[in-house]
Nanobody
């Protein structure tokens, strides 16, 4: 399985971006897909996840502003980011896990496949 992100860019605070993540290969056993981000000097943190049946979970910092969704027919994951803030600036990563999504965000160690990342920069 390979995953590849796209859609990053630079926006002003309050703006919106939509990230996409295309999955390739044998994806039938993948149960949980997630978005992570990592700012310079900080640990990678979970942003949102979605299970195979559509259940979602978000980090508190993005709840109400970000929406994760998936198009199973296209094997594509999305992250719609609205009302962006400068603190959302980071490299954003898509990841795939065989582990089942839980009521809490899965840790990075549960994810097996990772994309190369796409940069999101929000200016004030």
């Amino acid at each position: 399985v390979q995953v590849a992100e796209s859609g990053g860019g630079s926006v002003e605070a309050g703006g919106s971006l939509r990230l996409s993540c295309a999955a390739f290969g044998y994806t039938y056993s993948i149960d949980c897909m997630g978005w992570f981000r990592q700012a310079p000097g900080k640990d990678r943190e979970g942003v949102a996840q979605i299970g195979i049946h559509g259940s979602t979970k978000y980090a508190d910092s993005v709840t109400g502003r970000f929406t994760i969704s998936q198009d199973n027919a296209k094997n594509t994951l999305y992250l719609q980011m609205n009302r962006l803030k400068p603190e959302d600036t980071a490299m954003y990563y898509c990841a795939a896990a065989y582990a089942r999504c839980k009521s809490t965000l899965l840790p990075t160690g549960d994810y097996v496949y990772w994309g190369q990342g796409t940069q999101v920069t929000v200016s004030s």
